[in-house]
């Protein structure tokens, strides 16, 4: 089963992963009895991400608020970085919805870059936008990651909810325990990003459950021409990297 057929495939109207994380320790034998057939849907969803993605690269994922208006300065900001990388020759990855993802998709077409959507099946419908190329439906956060990452060499990082801190924390994450390396976490719209850091400063570092070396993986820029240098830089590094490792083929 495909990411796209399963959507709308959850029990009783339940998206998939509002079913999956519904446990309340009496279940039924028929129902711990499905966790086979979760198994090979999940593999099954990750499969068909890995075959539609795998020939886009490079790319950067940038993530946003579904939420901001065309006519708000963020707007104008993403479409435009996303037009710049595009030119670059960086593919553009977002959770395919409107907002600052549309933006962002929409400033890939600007580049003539290919412009891809990962959406994900919700309770309320998140439909893909206008301007992706290559859109596809999860009904897994968690398959739904794994694309963002895998087939991106960077993340840009615009003004969001808490969808988007989770994609950030998680890039840091997998930065700070080596999972992915030379992989820049680019934050834009920077006054919005002030207390944020002020906070991790003087709470998580103050107390000493960051480094130094943590607070220095973000990069804070608006200019597009820098995000394109960082980008192309850690790109570089990433190949270097990978020539020097023995990795798994069939």
Known sequence: MSADDQQGAGTSGLALDEELLLWLGDETPAVRAADAMRVREIAAEFAH???ALA???P????????RTPREHPDYALVRGVAAE???AGYGIITGGGGGLME???RGARDGGAVSVGCNIELPREQRLNEYVDIGLTFGHFFARKVMFVRYACAF????GGFGTLDECFEALTLIQTGTIRHFPVILIGTEEWDGLLDWLRARALADGRVSEDDMALFHRTDEPHEICAIV???SRRQREQAEQ??????
């Open 55 to 57: 020939h886009v690269a």
């Open 85 to 87: 990388l595009g030119r």
């Open 245 to 250: 490792l023995t990795r798994r083929s069939a």
């Open 103 to 105: 933006a962002a998709n």
């Open 49 to 51: 991400g890995f075959d």
């Open 59 to 66: 790319a950067v994922s940038v993530f946003g608020s579904a």
């Open 232 to 234: 192309e830089h850690a």
């Open 156 to 159: 840009v990082i615009a003004p």
